[in-house]
């Protein structure tokens, strides 16, 4: 990694845990007036300190992920419309009051209509629209949110809509040639294992993965040098190697992780890492030194007290010693009681 991408990353670190810090204290400042309704004074304050926020996630855009930006984006509209709320309240209410009616003026008749060869079509009336799209100009509603996609640059591989599968190299949509690395998407998959670990056949890598939408499956990923998003998955197992790792809504995940920065999680729950199985990556015992370990942020968890969301296992998972599924398993039944071992959770996984 370039000594440029390393800096943007340094500073997206530093300045996500400074937004997120402040976001927080914010939205505890909200909530407590839940109780108490704020004054005048309190509102305004509220809204120098959310502007001077909005401001910083502003000058900052140039150098954080799309992601992050869209999302910060939505946690600062949705601080903005509760502080609207706390403005419209302490408004003081207009008194009623009768108003004398001016006297009418007289008017002269109007001119008849002028009768023109063929009448004029008469334009549709405009109706005010805030936030909608051409389509939605008619009604005034806020245009449907677009269904989640990956948004893959081109020559990117998505493995997406299988169950009950076991899924290699072989599975992807298209060849992967020799030396290439594109970008990964995973999603939609129930009851699955997937084995993308590098072989002598394929021995390519990825630049960045985005794992969404998964329940019940084991995934074998190699070391990429990118990013890798996770969101919305369930009693799921990650083996996988990255530079910046970032997950989402989960819950139940076994996470073996490779990683030179610190992991972040929100709005997660039972999540255990672990370090990379070393016998999945030969190489890793040719290390003179082995990896620091890392600091997982919790963003939901803000404070100083140990976060209730995830836990560091260590060896705890006996990733060393585990029988990992990097053989092909055509039987169903089989491969059924391979992500019963494997699991976090015991489930049925007929």
Known sequence: MSMESNSTWTFSQSFTASFQASRTELH?????????????????????????????????????PTYDQKLYATQIKNLEKEVDGFRTATKPKTRFAFKRKAPTVAQAPAPPPIESASPLPLSPPITPSHATGPADAATGSAPPPLPYSPLLPKGGLELSGHSHRYLSWPDLPSAVSPGSAPDLAVSKLSRCIVNLLPTTEYPSRFSALHIRNLSDCVLLLPFNEGSALIHDIKNCVLVLGCHQFRMHTSTNVDVYLRIASNPIIETCHGIRFATYPSRLAPQLLQEPQPQPPFTVQDFSHIRATRSPNFELVGQKLWNETRPWPTERISDKDELANVLIAFLPETTSTS
Not at 43 to 53: F, G, H, I, Q
Request: aromatic share 2%.
């Open 28 to 64: 505890s400042r909200i909530a407590a007036f839940a109780a108490t309704p704020p004054t005048a004074a309190d509102v305004e304050d509220l809204a120098a300190r959310l502007a001077k926020l909005s401001k910083a996630l502003s000058d900052a855009s140039a150098s954080l």
